[in-house]
């Protein structure tokens, strides 16, 4: 059999600071984005929790002595640690123990209640979060643009840059998904299957297991195509139940809630918060959650559609674009410390994304699938920066920071700099 080849992850860069800094290390991410993968090319010695020749055993001994899964050479990884909880606790006494750094590295698929576990890991157990992969790790972007580097030397020339990628390649890139195992030397129809299986295991098991909650499949498939219908949108809760409502009757809004914390709590459903800047008054700022998924092809899957269909509704792939925007923006920006926002107003003023980095920096971004749309784009980035500007300029209370960084993101060829600022870059060259 061919040995699949490991493509870096910038995930690894991350991993090694953090076992060099921490006792311990959480990797969360949904599943089959290669957490354990990348835990296995650093770890000394591994146990898979989920291994069903030895699942009972370790749970009997984690119900006995949880010390006894820890034994073995550091880095231990402990792959699926959430089967049994107590396992946090047994490494956070380890770590105290011990005092030795990189002993252990944590995986899992889903979130953990905070009341399984008795003791936080603050200060010994470090937190890192995992994507699908973006397109510059998986060898389609080329990387000539960093993201870094934008933020670092204004005086960074990214003029006449070029993207290799065409509009029908990043719909298939998108429709595929970052899923590592899409990326093997397999069938066109192969890849695209991956992120359809993966719609079918969340609905079909995932939902149910996450809490050991019964929940129908038929109703998870509504509730993420409803989610795909309004990726990237400011869809109301209520209009997403309206949407549901329609094939199934009497969905109650706390049902619709409980499903939508079961998929955030598997790392499917993955919302961009608002940012509210006082430049405008608090009612004229929208502050509700932009819908968005971990993955563009969660998306694809749960609407049913095809690379040839959205080559022919470029206007849904434009929504489908950002939501692969925002995937590659947070892989690029976590070693910056970077987090995701929007922001949008009632008169029309919007950013896409504002990326905000932990020193305070960030960049306002909007992302524009064809060069017709840059202008627009590029005029919001402006209006915005002007009027925190004149905010400053007029207002007595604290200074709000003006933006490092106006980008619009496309799906276009060439990466320039306008004459006001405004930096233009095809998301085929971008990379951390």
Request: net charge negative; aromatic share 6%.
């Amino acid at each position: 059999m061919m040995e699949v080849k490991y493509l870096s992850r910038i995930a690894d860069r991350l991993l090694d600071l953090r076992l060099e800094a921490f006792g311990a290390v959480q990797i969360t991410g949904p599943k089959w984005c290669g957490k354990t993968t990348t835990a296995e090319r650093k770890a000394a010695s591994v146990i898979k929790m989920q291994d069903p020749d030895r699942r009972d055993g370790y749970l009997a001994a984690a119900g006995t002595k949880p010390s006894l899964l820890l034994k073995g050479a550091v880095p231990r990884l402990i792959d699926e640690w959430q089967v049994a909880p107590v396992i946090w606790d047994a490494v956070r006494h380890a770590v105290d123990e011990r005092r030795g750094k990189g002993q252990f590295i944590l995986t899992g698929s889903t979130v953990i209640d905070d009341e399984e576990i008795m003791h936080t890991g603050t200060g010994r157990i470090s937190r890192m979060s995992m994507y699908p992969m973006s397109l510059f790790e998986s060898l389609e972007s080329n990387g000539t643009v960093s993201l870094r580097k934008l933020f670092d030397d204004e005086d960074y020339d990214i003029d006449g840059e070029t993207s290799q990628l065409s509009v029908e390649q990043l719909i298939f890139a998108a429709c595929r998904g970052g899923w590592p195992a899409s990326l093997d030397e397999i069938s066109r129809d192969a890849k695209l299957l991956i992120s359809k299986d993966y719609v079918d295991v969340i609905c079909e098991e995932d939902i149910s297991k996450v809490d050991k909650t019964r929940r129908r499949p038929a109703l998870a498939r509504l509730i993420l195509r409803s989610y795909a219908r309004n990726i990237c949108t400011l869809a109301k809760k209520t209009s997403m139940l309206a949407d549901v409502a329609e094939e199934m009757e009497g969905i109650s809004m706390p049902t619709f809630d409980d499903y939508i914390a079961a998929l955030e709590k598997l790392y499917v459903i993955d919302d961009i918060d608002a940012w509210s800047p006082s430049i405008r008054s608090k009612t004229a700022i929208r502050t509700g959650k932009k819908r968005c998924f971990i993955d563009p092809s969660i998306a694809v899957a749960s609407l049913g559609v095809s690379p040839e269909s959205l080559e022919m509704d470029l206007n849904t792939f434009g929504f489908i674009f950002e939501c692969l925007c925002f995937r590659d923006l947070r892989v690029y920006s976590q070693a910056l410390g970077g987090r995701l926002s929007y922001y949008h107003d009632r008169f029309g003023l919007e950013a896409d994304a504002v990326l905000h980095l932990d020193d305070g920096r960030y960049a306002l971004i909007e992302c524009k699938l064809g060069s017709r749309e840059i202008e627009v784009g590029a005029k919001h980035l402006l209006e915005i920066k002007h009027l925190i500007a004149e905010k400053n300029r007029t207002g007595k209370q604290s200074k709000l920071r003006e933006p490092d960084l106006l980008i619009v993101l496309t799906g276009g060829e060439m990466a320039y700099t306008r004459d006001d600022g405004v930096r233009i870059i095809p998301i085929g060259c971008l990379k951390d």
